[in-house]
């Protein structure tokens, strides 16, 4: 059975399937028989062109749980490789489905994904499967960055599968339906650099041109220009985590998309008290992917998406190279460039001046040292007041003060640095005891409404409403031994 695609509002044009095929799987659907809808992203459906009053009912909610191919779709597996915390290894969507590019009635394309939907030839020893609370998580953190104005995947939607799965115990198992500009990744190069010809690998990046950077003109330079695009977008992309204090935990570059969209939200999370050695993920021991390294790893991977691509930048090695390190050495510039223009707006800052590295860093030190809250720092300056670890200190009145002499050297009146300083300083970030209780309630007790009020108050993180008043309350001692898992 497919899916009407005049009910449902389908439109796809499945591009990724004209691929060379060593690029992707077809596969079957892997039904389940229990499927419920848990969350629906209306918003997001509509934007999409989709009929939420037909993806709800019996017909839709079969296509969101992997039952039925909708009218038009694909079902296709995508393979890639990727540095899996700096060892090189061969992947592949284990337990995805892409089902379809979804064409909105602005002409945009957006991939369709099923995350948790079963086997897949690239699944090695898994079950293809997903458990509820790491679905909700995604959700969760993916909205939440998309309300943050952060390039996201997002989500669609989470359903049941009725089947229990094992994980550290028997869990429900659920499926997400993953909404992404693409999945190509850095990952997905490097496994055409490794097992496919030069014109397959050209074919993919020709296909990711067209898709994300249809600027880039045709001519000798053309790979290049596809390079230094990605390396633009990832180095912004990492500086607006930067600025909210998120921690990705587990930056593979298989987990590096070449739109510059955030993806794959396993053991993520948003720092509480400033440390730049915050590490949340459990199986990160080294501290790989702690926060202050997030703009250093960012660049090993655009290194390693360089390597991908050196047959095409140019016939000689040593050539292509050289081209190549010449590239990367503008990383760290536009990283830097982009944070710092973060950080003065953070502040109020509307030009530039010389030292104003030096006072951010100046009240960065005294947050480490004082174990102030990141997001509350910045919400109380917004507010003119002082965030509770750092009142009345000495030291941080004396860099209030000059801060204060730093905003009288501008134009703008106060009233347009507080607006600056609301639009870039979040009242409220997903805090990670606030998810954690959302997931609690969901999973072990069927309640959906705690998980339902923390995603209404993070739609505008930037509201600075009453309702988001409560959620701006840093965690009891318990949650400086905080600790995420991979499960998405």
């Not at 079963?118 to 997903?130: I, V």
């Not at 030292?355 to 860093?361: F, G, P, S």
């Amino acid at each position: 059975m497919t899916i009407d695609k005049r009910k449902s509002g389908w439109n796809f044009d499945n591009s990724y399937s004209r691929l060379p095929e060593k690029l992707f799987s077809t596969i079957d659907s892997n039904p389940v028989s229990g499927a419920r809808m848990i969350i629906f992203n209306h918003a997001l459906a509509e934007s999409l062109g989709l009929n939420t009053e037909a993806l709800l009912e019996e017909e839709g909610l079969a296509v969101l749980a992997g039952n039925e191919v909708p009218q038009g779709g694909a079902s296709l597996a995508q393979a890639y490789a990727g540095h899996q915390f700096g060892g090189f290894t061969m992947l592949g969507d284990g337990r995805a489905l892409l089902i379809g590019e979804q064409i909105t009635p602005d002409g945009e394309r957006f991939d369709l994904q099923l995350k948790g939907s079963g086997r897949t030839p690239y699944s090695r020893g898994g079950d293809g499967r997903a458990a509820l609370g790491a679905m909700l998580r995604e959700y969760i953190i993916s909205e939440a960055m998309h309300g943050l104005g952060i390039p996201t995947t997002r989500s669609l939607a989470v359903v049941t599968t009725g089947e229990r799965i094992m994980r550290e115990r028997l869990l429900p198992g659920a499926i997400m339906t993953r909404v992404a500009s693409s999945h190509l990744r850095v990952g997905t190069f490097q496994y055409a650099a490794n097992w496919c010809s030069v014109e397959e690998l050209r074919a993919l990046a020709d296909y990711a041109i067209e898709r994300h950077y249809p600027e880039i003109e045709e001519g000798e330079g053309r790979y290049l220009d596809f390079f230094k695009a990605v390396m633009k977008r990832q180095a912004a992309l990492i500086a607006k985590w930067q600025l909210v204090g998120f921690i990705h935990g587990v930056m593979n570059t298989d987990n590096m998309t070449i739109s510059g969209e955030t993806i794959d939200y396993g053991p993520c999370a948003f720092m509480d008290v400033y440390d730049p050695k915050t590490v949340f993920s459990s199986i990160d021991a080294q501290g790989r992917y702690a926060y202050e390294n997030q703009p250093r790893i960012g660049g090993w991977n655009l290194a390693r998406f360089a390597e991908a691509l050196l047959p095409l930048l140019h016939g000689e090695q040593e050539k292509a190279v050289e081209i190549a390190q010449e590239a990367l050495y503008e990383y760290s510039g536009l990283y830097k460039s982009h944070w710092l223009a973060g950080m003065r707006a953070k502040l109020g800052i509307f030009n530039e001046e010389k030292e104003d590295e030096a006072l951010i860093d100046e009240l960065l030190g005294l947050m480490k040292e004082h174990h102030a809250d990141f997001t509350n720092t910045f919400r109380a300056l917004t507010l003119n007041k002082a965030e509770d670890a750092l009142s009345g200190k000495p030291e941080y009145e004396a860099w209030r003060g000059k801060w204060q002499a730093r905003l009288g050297r501008q134009e703008e009146n106060l009233a347009a640095v507080q607006e600056l300083m609301k639009r870039s300083n979040p009242a409220v970030i997903p805090r990670n005891h606030r998810v954690e209780a959302a997931l609690e309630a969901a999973v072990e007790f069927g309640n959906f409404g705690v998980m339902e009020n923390l995603l209404r108050v993070l739609e505008d993180p930037f509201a600075y409403s009453e309702e988001q008043e409560e959620y701006c309350a840093v965690p009891g001692p318990s949650g400086d031994d905080y600790r995420t898992y991979c499960g998405t």
